[in-house]
């Protein structure tokens, strides 16, 4: 395999830090945080409108944003629901916009962003030397891509974005590892930016470019078989093949709730409109009337947030009926664009090295490194 081009030039978008919104998926109303190896210890609480309460040494504040440690960069330690999340940069604290709870705000120096999130993505993935540093550069490479992706705030830390976990006292040293082995190097576009790539945990045996799912334009490849030889690289992933069952009275409702037609008794529900990675992208949820064409982008985060999101680990299944239930047969997890976990762990393991991982994954893109 030929190692992917290493080029050595100017990156400004290195220097940057990022503002990573945090456990905002808790909805924080109250929280304590405090400084790791310093002082400041505080009490944090929404009031109202846009105000937090904020009380150090027994004193109390309402303001509507609070800097930790005024501002500074250190290790800080927020305390939510009985659970201790850990962060490395600058904390603030804030009301957002039409929203009534603490928001957390982390700017982080990206390489800190990098080593944090390996550690959020690769939760429960194998992990190897090679595969990690390919993945801290694809890590590197979509936070720098997609700046302000949140307006006032560039990243999440759900998968959405990229995950963050917050544990970095639990961290392996392999992390910071291969964040540091691969200091500021990015997969970068043509024009020699950060480029509109992609991974998720197992491909399932094809990856898809990421226009065939959103659309748009994008110099990624086509479809990449990612096995040799009959044998699938991503084989050993645990949702490599799944086996899921969905309610027809959960779908049933869910197209009620979503277009306002009320399917009745019996209905059925294919698989249609696949991408040439095997995605689908249309469900069509039938009775004796009615035919309703439901895109499954739509369905997976309308299911997901009224039922359960690991109920469809990716976008590429099969539908049967059985009984009162569908059975959903797929593979692969998440969206199967760019470079699969599962699959670039296995090519490690074989001794590939990562500039060979991602420039299978990610044929005709170069690796861009800023100067030290
Ligand atoms: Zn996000
Ligand atoms: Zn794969």
């Known amino acids: 395999m030929a190692a992917a081009v290493l080029v050595f030039m100017y990156v400004p978008l290195c220097a940057q830090t990022l503002k990573v919104r945090v456990l905002n998926i808790y909805h924080p109303e109250s929280l304590e945080a405090l400084q790791l190896n310093g002082v400041e210890k505080v009490k944090v609480r929404y009031v109202k409108g846009d105000n937090i309460e904020v009380i150090y040494n027994n004193e109390k504040k309402i303001t509507n944003q609070y800097f930790l440690n005024s501002g500074r960069y250190g290790e800080y330690e927020i305390r939510l629901n009985g659970k201790s999340y850990i962060y490395k940069g600058k904390v603030m604290f804030f009301v957002p916009k039409d929203e009534k709870e603490a928001g957390i705000i982390v700017e982080m120096d990206p390489e800190d962003y990098v080593s944090a999130s390996l550690d959020g ?4 993935f194998y992990s ?4 990690d540093k390919a993945l801290a550069i694809a890590i590197r490479t ?8 949140h307006g006032y705030y560039d990243l999440c830390d759900l998968t959405h974005c990229q995950r963050l976990n917050g544990r970095v006292q639990l961290k392996r040293d392999s992390n910071t590892k291969a964040a540091e082995a691969t200091h ?3 997969i970068a576009d043509k024009k020699g930016n950060p480029a509109d790539i992609y991974f998720s945990g197992c491909c399932g045996g094809e990856t898809e470019p990421p226009g065939n799912i959103w659309g748009g334009n994008n ?3 086509g479809v990449i078989k990612c096995g040799a030889g009959g044998v699938d690289f991503c084989k050993s992933h645990v949702f490599y093949r799944w086996e899921k069952e969905i309610k027809a009275s959960s779908v049933k409702s869910l197209v009620k709730e979503k277009t306002g037609i009320h399917l009745k008794g019996n209905i059925d529900m294919s698989a249609e409109d696949l991408t040439p990675g095997g995605n689908v992208r249309m469900l ?13 982008e739509k369905f997976i985060s309308a299911y997901g947030k009224k039922y359960r999101w690991s109920d469809m680990p990716s976008r590429k299944f099969t539908v049967l009926k059985k009984g009162t239930s569908f059975i959903l047969k797929g593979r692969g ?3 199967g664009c760019g470079l699969c976990l599962a699959g670039a762990h ?5 001794g590939w090295s990562y500039e060979g991982v991602l420039n299978f994954y990610y044929p005709g893109m170069q690796l861009i490194k800023a100067p030290e």
């Open 121 to 124: 993505e690769l939760e429960g």
């Open 128 to 131: 190897s030397p090679e595969s």
């Open 142 to 149: 979509y936070a720098l891509k997609n700046l302000k992706r």
């Open 184 to 186: 500021g190097v990015i």
């Open 219 to 221: 110099d990624s490849a």
């Open 284 to 296: 069509l949820i039938k009775d004796k009337k009615n035919t309703v064409e439901f895109p499954l």
């Open 333 to 335: 997890a998440g969206h």
């Open 346 to 350: 296995m090519l490690a393991l074989k």
